[in-house]
Structures are given as C-alpha cells and as structure tokens.
C-alpha cells in the first residue's frame, strides 16, 4: 500500500510539471486543468429527495489517494439551507435511500470492511449497522411500512476462510472449471462466482438481526428489489437459466413472497429483456424497462418502458408506454465524470400512478421525460437543462432531484418544484473542485455526409481561441458503436482544450439518439460508412479555416478503438492516432469476448469458421500494411469486452513492420478503465495521451510519418 502510494504522489507530479509547460496552458496564477485535476474533482450523484420534498440526501465522491480509490460520504439538502456533510470519514458510504417517513437514512458504508447496510436517525444519535453479511451487501429497499428492508447478498464461499483461519500462501492458486459460455463479465475480475446474489429481508429495529430468506435461488443475479405496496412481495427482474442457450439478455421479472419457504415465480415470459430496476406505484402498477427481439437479430434494439397492472399474483397485459417514441430509456450520453460507483432511478412513477417519469436520450442531450402510464406521447420536463441529466427521484408531494451536467457545468444536485416550473441548481460541488480552471463551452454542429444523411458533431476551442490562428485538432470516436456523444461534462476534452486542441466529437451513423434505423444502419458493415460520416465532419470544421491540417490527430477507445485503426488504415492524413481497447481480429474476438454470442448474434451474420472472409474483411489486424500514422495503443490486462490479445496484436504487429508505435498496459484494470478504474491509472493514462499528442502536434509540424519511436 505505501508503495503504491508513493508511486501515485510521482505520477502527479510528474503530470504537474508537465503541464505547466504545455503551450495552450492558463496564465500564471489560473488553476491548471491537467490529466491530474482528476484527482481533486468532486463527482456528485445518487441524489434522492424525501417522500415530503424536504430533504435531499446525495453523495460526493473524491479520490483517496492512499487506497487509489474513491471514497464517497454523503451530504443533506434540508429545505433552502445550505447543503452540509452528515455521512463522512476515511470510508467510503454511498446509495442513500429515505425511509418512508423520512425520519431515516439507510446508506452503504464499508467502515466495518465489506459494504453492509447502515441506519441513521435524523432526529438524532449515531448510525448504527444493520447487516453483517460476510460479502457485504449490493442493491437494498425500504419497505412500504418502514419497518424492514430487502437486500441483496452474495453467501460467502464454502471454502471461504475465516476470520481466524490463517492466510494462504501465496501460490499458483486452484484451477476455474466451467460448463457455462457466460462465466465471465468485464469489471468482475476472474471468473464469475459459481453463486449469485441472493434476496434477503431483514427488521430494521433490531442491530445485525435474523434476515428471512433467502427468497431467490441463488443461480443468476438479480435486480434492485421493488415492494408491492401491501408489503407481502418483492419484485425484481434476473435471467430464468443461469446459462441461456441465447446471449445473456432475455430477463424476466420475478415477484416472490415475503416468508420463509417461498419460491419466486415469473411475471413476464417474452423473448426480449424484461429488465430492473423495477418500479411499482402505490397502487400496485409495475413498470420496467426491456424490448422485443426481431428475427433476425438487430444490432441495436430501442429500449422501451412498460407497465402492467397487477391480475392477481400475476401481471396483466403489459402496456407500451413509449411505442411511439423512438429513442432508448434509461440512456444517457456519454461521460467520464458521473458518480464511479452507484446512482440513481431512471424510471418512476409519480405518486398519482398515473404518469411514468423516465430519461431518454435524443441527439446529443439526456433529458426527463413524463408519459401517461397507460401510454401516450412523451413530454420533455427538463428543456431548460441541456446537457445530460443523468438521474432523479419524485417526491410524494411532486418535486424532483436530479442531478445533471453540461460542457461547462459538472454534475450537480438540481430540483424542480412542480412540472413547467424551474429548475434550480442546488450545488456547487463539481464547479468549486476545479475552482479558477477554465472550461470551455461545445458548438454544436449539424451537417450532411456523404450520401446527405444528417450528422451531428460538436467542437470544443482552446481558451482564448483565436480566429486569425490555426490550430491542431484531435478527433475523438465513441464506442459502442450503439452510444452517443453530446452535451455531458467530460473531463478528458476539457484537458485536450486546455492543452491547445481543437476538439472534434460526432455521432455518426450506429449511433443511438437518433432512432432506430440511424442506429442500425451499420450492421453488418461496421466499421464503413461510419468512417465516412467521420470524415465528412472533419473536412467541414477544416473548411472555417481554423484547423493546421499537417496536425491532426484521431483516436478513441472500444468501438472508438475500431474506428481509429480502421480509419489509419484508410486515410494518412494524421500526424498521431490513439488506438485504446479496441477490436482488430473480429474472429478472436468472437470465441474470447466475455459476451461472445452476444456479438456473434447481433453484428455478424454466422460463426467466424462458417463464415470467415466477413470477420476478415472487417478485421483492421489485416490492414496494418497500410499503416503510416503513428499509434499509441492503451489495453488493459484484465479487459475481457475487448481482451488484452487485441491491443498487444495490434501493436506487436505494427513494431514488427518496423512502425512507430507506443503501447500502455495497463495491469488489474478492466474495459471501463478511463471512466471507472483505480484513479492513479486514470491519471496515468491521461497524462500518457497528453504526452503523445503534444509531443507530435503541438510543435511545428515536422515532416509528415516521422519515425517516431523507432
């Protein structure tokens, strides 16, 4: 741990020292907003407002540099007052959620080790632990009354040792046996655990008392619990089979009652996701997110939001609330600063029953929609907020906190009194972390490609941006490809700007929040005209006149990673690429990927052995001949979407064509690395990106395809 330590106070500073050198920087006396900044900046969520509207409980999360971790604590809203701390120390506590009364604040707290439940009073004393569960504790939910809360839990190993047992030398360790495809899940480092969460209630009153149940079987993982509002059921949605003979996404709902012996029975049995959250009204409704599969498969599928009423121990005819509305629920737009760990609702009834409140994404923005229960056309409640509002809870009485950010503004708590009237931002947190750096705003850009499709991109200027100047420009690519860039704080190209860059973003075609088809336009021929749409944006920004052509960059990680080297391979038009987790063999990628039939399914037309020139012809591992830009390849070890064998091939392959290139490998990290991972290695990875692109655009241009690193 000191020694970790020690090499994350090095890896600051020398990312401090590089930065105050970097030409585009604040003047003498301004914040330096740097890949190091991160390390001081205040991510905010989970804002959850009391069943009255009085109060409103969140949290704030900041790095701890001596675990490389995040620590969160948990702050108060108490009507106008100022927001102030009443959860907080050296752990890390999170997921707050009001009893009904709103006398009680349940939260996480690892003080004790694992994250077990916790209780405080507001009316007074300290808060005092409720589980004790050996594997802590995962999703939880007050019930109805007040007087208990369902959780989730997973049981410890039979060979787990114990707290005297002594410690295990340190070995080769025991072999992973399986008989399932899907043991694996990116983030989940290792193989599954042969046991998934089970369903537990417990008394509230009573400190580490007697839990009921459990009330699942243990075999898949389920969903956040939902209470009916009787209080004598729970209801969550998990996967019937522990081993599905299709890819891993055809949930069901589940409801089962609340005493000893009981067996959960399936709500829903439809081939498409049925997925929790699960939200139910106080007078029995249940909604939920999911969507019908076609045959054959799609790419990309809208999600949509159902309800049903309840028919008995059953649900009725479910309704499809947002069939007329062609954009995904429960999406966002993409980002690198929300809360690392846990959030809130995106989907909830009002107290009426009679109107579902949910977030959708559409062209660049994540907005808070309201819709009638029965169905009908949505409306947007959140226009006068644009950027992404990320999350939210209602109050009984209708008020709502949300918490949602934009290009200049990160994430905060803000709440809106009644529909139709204003929203107020309530915090500061994010804003005062970065206190005296600047932030630049995005332009918004719409043009048409090649064939007259419409595309939207978004450009972000260096501080002091100057007309009569030309500057270098980096071209950022999203993943997915089925995401969505847009108006959301990111942290990442507020440093790029800040260095000098011009930054590029866009959604081209296979992205989500422009409807189905959009969406679905690259299946089967992805990467392609997605590459073109591309292009077509960037020759359109060079056409103002502000952008040094002889140096551009490109990059972008996951399917961001794909298109960069399908793009090098295609156009030696930039000076420096960034090639990070992405995927260049289609057909190892295939048989190794943690959702391997999942892609197999849905972006191919058969098994790369049954049809192998298609996963050839896409792969961009076979064109590294063409190659004449140099790449910086970012992999992480224990990435199992995208595995480390895609990565190291790539540029093990471009250094044995004798090619610039640069490889970081990132150890015990996982796919979600720059949004997620331990902050040092965030760091880490900024400051390499940095240093690659200043090193190759910010001087004067040298003469083009330089040997680099040779």
């Known amino acids: 741990m000191y020694r970790r330590t020690l090499a994350f106070a090095a890896v600051l500073f020398a990312l401090y020292a590089h930065a105050g050198a970097a030409p585009g920087a604040p003047a003498s006396g301004a914040a330096v907003l740097d890949a190091a900044s991160l390390t001081r900046f205040a991510f905010v969520g989970d804002a959850q407002i009391s069943a009255d509207g009085r109060r409103i409980a969140y949290v704030v999360a900041q790095v701890d540099p001596d675990k490389d971790d995040y620590q969160g604590d948990i702050w108060l809203i108490d009507g106008t007052s100022a927001p102030r701390r009443i959860v907080g120390g050296p752990t890390d506590d999170s997921r707050p959620r009001w009893s009904p009364d709103g006398m009680q604040l349940a939260f996480l707290s690892n003080r004790n080790g694992k994250r077990q439940i916790h209780v405080l009073d507001l009316r007074g004393g300290e808060a005092w632990p409720l589980t004790a569960e050996k594997e802590g504790v995962g999703a939880f939910a007050w019930s109805p009354d007040g007087r208990r809360i369902a959780y989730l839990a ?31 899940i990116d983030g989940a480092p290792g193989f599954l655990p042969g046991q998934r969460s089970q369903l537990w209630v417990v008394d509230v009153a009573e400190q580490h008392g007697a839990a009921l149940g459990p009330l699942w079987d243990g075999r898949t993982e389920p969903s956040e619990p939902a209470w009916t509002p009787d209080g004598k059921a729970l209801v969550f949605s998990a996967l019937p089979e522990p081993d599905p ?17 009981a067996r959960a029975a399936a709500l829903t049995d439809r081939r498409g996701p049925d997925d929790g959250p699960v939200a139910i009204s ?20 809208t999600t949509r939001l159902y309800a049903a009423r309840p028919a008995g121990a059953l649900l009725g005819a479910p309704v499809n609330v947002t069939a007329a509305f062609d954009r995904n629920v429960d999406e966002t737009v993409m980002s690198d600063t929300p809360m690392p760990r846990g959030g809130g609702a995106r989907a ?37 907020l644009r950027g992404d509002l990320r999350e939210f809870s209602i109050a009984r009485t209708g008020q709502i906190a949300a918490v949602f950010g934009s290009p200049t503004q990160p994430y905060e708590v803000w709440t809106l009194d009644a529909p139709g009237g204003r929203w107020t931002q309530r915090t500061t947190h994010g804003r005062d972390s970065l206190a005296g750096a600047t932030l630049v705003s995005s332009e918004e850009l719409w043009l048409d490609s090649f064939d007259g499709t419409r595309v939207q991109g978004w450009l972000l200027k260096p501080p002091g941006f100057d007309a009569g100047r030309k500057y270098p420009l980096m071209l950022y690519i999203h993943g997915g490809p089925h995401a969505m860039y847009g108006e959301s704080f990111f942290h990442e190209f507020q440093v790029l700007a800040n260095a000098g860059f011009i930054v590029l973003i866009a959604n081209p075609r296979g992205s989500t929040g422009y409807g189905a088809d959009f969406a679905n336009s690259v299946q089967f ?47 030696d038009r930039f000076a420096a690429a960034l090639v990070e987790r992405p995927v260049v063999d289609w057909a190892s990628f295939a048989a190794v990927s943690d959702l391997n039939l999942y892609f197999v399914q849905h972006w191919f037309r058969d098994f790369p052995w049954r049809d192998p020139q298609d996963y050839f012809a896409r792969s961009t591992i076979n064109q590294v001949d063409k190659v004449k830009t140099p790449v910086l390849v970012i992999q992480s070890e224990q990435d199992y979407r995208t595995p480390q064998g895609q ?22 990290s996982s796919h979600g690395l720059s949004r997620s991972g331990p902050p040092s290695q965030r760091v880490e990875r900024l400051g390499i990106i940095l240093d690659w692109f200043t090193s190759r655009l910010l001087p004067p241009p040298a003469a083009p395809h330089s040997a680099g690193d040779r």
């Open 154 to 184: 997973r049981p410890a190993p039979a060979d787990a040792p114990g707290p005297d047992s002594p410690k295990k030398e340190q070995g080769a360790g025991k072999a992973h046996v399986t008989e399932r495809l899907f043991y694996r």
């Open 245 to 261: 003979p299709v890819a891993p996404l055809d949930t069901e709902l589940f409801r089962v009652a609340v005493a000893a012996g």
């Open 282 to 301: 106080r007078d029995g409704q249940v909604a939920w997110t999911g969507f019908d599969d076609t045959t054959p498969l799609r790419s990309s599928t």
């Open 348 to 384: 909830q009834f009002d107290a009426s029953g009679r109107s579902l409140w949910f977030i959708a994404a559409d062209r660049g923005l994540a907005q808070l929609y309201r819709a009638p229960a029965g169905g009908g056309a949505p409306v947007p409640m959140s226009t006068q």
């Open 525 to 571: 021929r992805y990467p392609g005209d997605d590459y073109r749409d591309l292009m077509a944006v960037l020759d359109a920004v060079i056409a103002r006149g502000h952008v040094d052509t002889a140096r551009l960059g490109v990059g972008g990680g996951s399917g961001g990673g794909v298109l960069t080297s399908w793009t090098i391979a295609q156009t």
């Open 647 to 668: 990565g190291i091939g790539y540029y093990n392959a471009l250094r044995m064509l004798g090619k610039p290139a640069k490889l970081a490998l990132f150890p015990g």
